[in-house]
């Protein structure tokens, strides 16, 4: 039996290291890309989300190195992601492939329908599967507290490039970790290599929010690495989700910072009931972010996202009222960088001038009060 | 009190349940009549680009009732049923047409939650009785007349009359039957809204053909075959268009099956891959789906289902050579 499980950002550390614990084989399905999105656009329905789409060239192209069984989440609505594990599984086998399909679903469904098909898989024990799990979880919320720090210092950096260069020794020394006593340890040196790049910390720069749906905002290939074209335009950012706050247990204490309830509670004017996915939470992160005094938000979710197309219709007034710049972008298969890069820009111009303006104002203000 | 109802969405479900029960509180409940051109167009204009068209006229119809009433009837439906919900669109209604930027008069936004059980529910019907009359007894027993009103309305579908026919009392012409029965599976805003589904239900039967839609067929026969699925799915709306496309491909009780859908409709994308599935084998019922949106037009889509009606009434034909 040899495994695969789709690509998302960096989940494939979590998952590999999950599934070398409980010794099943595995592939990993080469990095998605422009190959990946063809395959999977030419296999899905046509207004099915991008993360479907990515999912089944993932899988086809696992397929095709020789994987028989694929590994997918389930979950239990409203958003459609909790069902593609099934449309998938017809997709492909109409599409003429032989293979098992095994869908673990969120224990909020029922504990067995969450550890029974990793149980059926692995052949361990179920007190087994659990402290994997145990195990595993803190080395993937180390890569994400490493991913949030290079997010936050990026703009700071004095040689363009050296941050990201530190971050990808930082993710080797990360990658040695191989249980949750280690993980203080190998954390500490990877954060000293990115905090030790050469900064100017005196440097002007924006702070900016990127919120939206999880699997665009978590990879890199679906938002077209928005975040290290924004850091080292001098983009302070922060980002609403990151993948142990998704993935995880709970989501009370996440790398994100804002509890689940606080978001609810921030968003209740504007959306006052769950919608599915992240658009409640989109909404709260906006509140948040400009309660924190951002500068602007950007928003990025796939095309016909039910959830985010519901903030997206919320979202202009949070930014009328609480007077902060948000721009969206809807992303499918037919989006291109040099489009997204040019509404970036202007983006970006508008906000420098909104600085610069209101800067000029306290200057005003301070000098009458002398 | 005048209480606007936009005549769009779930207005085709549960329309004689909220009249009655309104009415029997002593409002005046005004709808917004049928869609036309203008409301689509108002709309389009008032609602964000990537919204679904029945989101879109559902915009349409609040902006025609807004100034005739003095307050808007929005349910939040979240759950009609244990384990389900509706559309994520559902859910977040009220919270997205506050945002429009006409000014709208208060709305009146109830929270129908089933998953919570009923006596949740029923304290919901109590507090949205509460803004009508202050008497418990009056709100039950108002309540308990739309339950029996949108009973008899389930009663008259069943019979074959379509939710046009009885809502707004239209009769169809009677045409020659060619004995060619169509199944039409899709949510009822788009399969009855006679401005976007262009009128597809007196269309079909004009071209002498028998049509059977969900609202039809007995609610157990759909819930049986949608549990058919390895899968339950958690929208209920859905899970009876698949329960309906199921019966049919099972019995083979009609002879094609025209499926509605609207463009970048969440869960139809889905459901969609469900009954090509379903209906892969030589053997199969023929499907046509169509799919619509603001920029449909009327003679392409006129001209797909003469061929299609054309092509089963052939297989017809052939079948009894």
């Given at each position: 039996?040899?495994?695969a499980?789709?690509?998302?950002?960096?989940?494939?550390?979590l998952?590999?290291?999950l599934?070398d614990?409980?010794?099943?084989?595995?592939?990993?399905p080469?990095v998605?890309?422009?190959?990946?999105?063809?395959l999977?656009?030419?296999?899905?329905?046509?207004?099915?989300c991008?993360?479907?789409?990515?999912?089944?060239?993932?899988?086809?192209?696992?397929?095709?190195?020789?994987?028989?069984?694929?590994?997918?989440?389930?979950?239990?609505?409203p958003?459609?992601?909790?069902?593609y594990?099934?449309i998938?599984?017809?997709?492909?086998?109409?599409?003429?492939?032989?293979f098992?399909?095994?869908?673990?679903?969120?224990?909020?469904?029922?504990?067995?329908?969450?550890?029974?098909?990793?149980?059926?898989?692995?052949?361990?024990?179920?007190?087994?599967?659990?402290?994997?799990?145990?195990?595993?979880?803190?080395?993937?919320?180390?890569f994400?507290?490493?991913?949030?720090?290079?997010?936050?210092?990026?703009?700071?950096?004095?040689?363009?490039?050296?941050?990201?260069?530190?971050?990808?020794?930082a993710?080797?020394?990360?990658?040695?970790?191989s249980?949750?006593?280690?993980?203080?340890?190998y954390?500490?040196?990877?954060?000293?290599?990115?905090?030790?790049v050469?900064?100017?910390?005196?440097?002007?720069?924006?702070?900016?929010g990127?919120i939206?749906?999880?699997?665009?905002?978590?990879?890199?290939?679906?938002?077209?690495?928005?975040?290290?074209?924004l850091?080292?335009?001098n983009?302070?950012?922060?980002?609403?989700?990151?993948?142990?706050d998704?993935?995880?247990?709970?989501?009370?204490n996440?790398?994100?910072?804002?509890?689940d309830?606080?978001?609810?509670?921030?968003?209740?004017?504007?959306?006052?009931?769950?919608?599915?996915?992240?658009?409640?939470?989109?909404?709260?992160?906006?509140?948040?972010?400009?309660?924190?005094?951002?500068?602007?938000?950007?928003?990025?979710?796939?095309?016909?996202c039910?959830?985010?197309?519901?903030?997206?219709?919320?979202l202009?007034?949070?930014?009328?009222?609480?007077?902060?710049?948000?721009?969206?972008?809807?992303i499918?298969?037919?989006?291109?960088k040099?489009?997204?890069?040019?509404?970036?820009?202007?983006?970006l111009?508008?906000?420098?001038?909104?600085?610069?303006?209101?800067?000029?104002?306290?200057?005003?203000k301070?000098?009458?009060?002398? | 009190?005048k209480?606007?109802y936009?005549?769009?969405?779930?207005?085709?479900?549960?329309?004689?349940?909220?009249?009655?029960?309104?009415?029997?509180?002593?409002a005046?409940?005004?709808?917004?009549?049928?869609t036309t051109?203008?409301?689509?167009?108002?709309?389009t204009?008032a609602?964000?680009?990537?919204?679904?068209?029945?989101v879109?006229?559902?915009?349409?119809?609040?902006?025609?009732?807004?100034?005739?009433?003095?307050?808007?009837?929005?349910?939040?439906?979240?759950?009609?049923?244990?384990?389900?919900?509706?559309?994520?669109?559902f859910?977040?209604?009220?919270?997205?047409?506050?945002?429009i930027?006409?000014?709208?008069?208060?709305?009146?936004?109830?929270?129908?939650?089933?998953?919570?059980?009923?006596?949740?529910?029923?304290?919901?019907?109590?507090?949205?009785?509460?803004?009508?009359?202050?008497?418990?007894?009056?709100?039950?027993?108002?309540y308990?007349?739309?339950?029996?009103?949108?009973?008899?309305?389930?009663?008259?579908?069943?019979?074959?009359s379509?939710?046009?026919?009885?809502?707004?009392?239209?009769?169809y012409?009677?045409?020659?039957?060619?004995?060619?029965?169509?199944?039409?599976?899709?949510h009822?805003?788009?399969?009855?809204?006679?401005?976007?589904?262009?009128?597809?239900?007196?269309?079909?039967?004009?071209?002498g053909?028998?049509?059977?839609t969900?609202?039809?067929?007995?609610?157990?026969?759909?819930?049986?075959?949608?549990?058919?699925?390895?899968?339950?799915?958690?929208?209920?709306?859905?899970?009876?268009v698949?329960g309906?496309v199921?019966h049919?491909?099972?019995?083979?009780s009609?002879?094609?099956?025209?499926?509605?859908l609207?463009f970048?409709?969440?869960?139809?994308?889905?459901?969609?891959?469900?009954?090509?599935?379903?209906?892969?084998?030589?053997?199969?019922?023929?499907?046509?789906?169509?799919?619509?949106?603001e920029?449909?037009?009327?003679?392409g889509?006129?001209?797909?289902?003469?061929?299609?009606v054309?092509?089963?009434?052939?297989k017809?034909?052939?079948?009894?050579?």
């Amino acid at each position: 039996m040899l495994a695969a499980f789709p690509r998302m950002g960096h989940i494939d550390i979590l998952l590999g290291d999950l599934l070398d614990r409980l010794g099943i084989d595995y592939l990993l399905p080469p990095v998605n890309s422009e190959k990946t999105l063809v395959l999977g656009a030419k296999y899905a329905p046509e207004f099915s989300c991008l993360p479907l789409k990515l999912n089944i060239g993932n899988f086809i192209e696992a397929l095709e190195l020789g994987a028989d069984t694929l590994i997918m989440a389930g979950g239990r609505g409203p958003c459609r992601f909790g069902y593609y594990a099934e449309i998938e599984r017809r997709i492909l086998k109409d599409a003429g492939y032989d293979f098992n399909m095994i869908t673990i679903e969120p224990p909020s469904l029922g504990f067995f329908k969450f550890v029974g098909p990793i149980k059926k898989v692995s052949g361990k024990s179920i007190r087994k599967i659990w402290r994997a799990l145990k195990e595993s979880f803190p080395k993937a919320r180390a890569f994400d507290q490493l991913e949030k720090l290079v997010l936050k210092t990026r703009c700071y950096e004095i040689k363009t490039g050296a941050t990201t260069k530190a971050y990808k020794k930082a993710l080797d020394v990360l990658s040695k970790i191989s249980g949750p006593k280690e993980v203080d340890g190998y954390l500490e040196e990877a954060l000293a290599l990115v905090e030790g790049v050469e900064k100017n910390l005196d440097r002007s720069v924006l702070k900016v929010g990127i919120i939206g749906e999880f699997f665009i905002l978590l990879d890199p290939f679906a938002n077209l690495d928005i975040e290290e074209w924004l850091g080292i335009r001098n983009v302070y950012l922060e980002r609403s989700v990151y993948v142990t706050d998704w993935i995880g247990p709970t989501a009370n204490n996440p790398v994100g910072g804002v509890s689940d309830t606080h978001l609810a509670k921030l968003a209740e004017n504007y959306l006052s009931h769950f919608v599915g996915g992240e658009g409640l939470a989109s909404v709260g992160h906006t509140i948040h972010y400009a309660n924190q005094g951002f500068d602007g938000i950007i928003h990025l979710f796939p095309f016909t996202c039910m959830p985010e197309t519901i903030a997206k219709t919320i979202l202009p007034s949070v930014g009328r009222d609480l007077d902060i710049p948000i721009i969206h972008f809807t992303i499918d298969e037919q989006t291109g960088k040099a489009g997204v890069a040019t509404r970036l820009e202007a983006f970006l111009d508008l906000l420098w001038s909104r600085k610069r303006q209101n800067e000029k104002k306290r200057l005003v203000k301070s000098r009458q009060l002398v | 009190m005048k209480v606007g109802y936009p005549q769009a969405l779930l207005y085709y479900k549960y329309f004689p349940l909220w009249e009655r029960f309104l009415g029997g509180l002593g409002a005046e409940v005004v709808l917004s009549g049928a869609t036309t051109k203008n409301t689509v167009s108002m709309g389009t204009i008032a609602a964000e680009s990537e919204l679904c068209l029945p989101v879109k006229v559902f915009y349409g119809h609040l902006l025609e009732l807004k100034d005739k009433v003095d307050t808007i009837f929005v349910p939040r439906f979240v759950s009609v049923e244990k384990k389900s919900y509706t559309c994520p669109k559902f859910l977040g209604l009220p919270d997205m047409i506050r945002s429009i930027n006409d000014e709208l008069p208060p709305l009146i936004t109830p929270k129908i939650d089933l998953d919570k059980g009923w006596r949740e529910y029923f304290r919901t019907i109590h507090e949205l009785g509460s803004n009508f009359s202050s008497s418990k007894r009056k709100i039950f027993s108002a309540y308990r007349a739309g339950v029996l009103a949108l009973r008899d309305y389930h009663n008259q579908l069943q019979a074959g009359s379509t939710p046009i026919e009885f809502l707004e009392k239209k009769k169809y012409r009677k045409v020659k039957k060619t004995g060619l029965k169509i199944g039409l599976a899709g949510h009822p805003y788009n399969i009855y809204d006679t401005y976007t589904s262009m009128n597809l239900i007196k269309r079909l039967r004009e071209m002498g053909a028998e049509v059977e839609t969900a609202e039809m067929l007995d609610d157990n026969i759909i819930k049986r075959e949608a549990a058919r699925l390895p899968k339950k799915l958690f929208w209920t709306y859905e899970k009876e268009v698949v329960g309906t496309v199921f019966h049919w491909a099972h019995t083979h009780s009609v002879d094609g099956i025209i499926y509605v859908l609207s463009f970048a409709c969440g869960p139809d994308s889905l459901i969609q891959v469900i009954l090509e599935h379903e209906l892969r084998s030589d053997t199969a019922l023929p499907m046509m789906s169509l799919v619509v949106d603001e920029h449909s037009g009327e003679a392409g889509l006129i001209t797909r289902v003469e061929a299609f009606v054309d092509m089963l009434q052939r297989k017809k034909m052939a079948q009894l050579c």
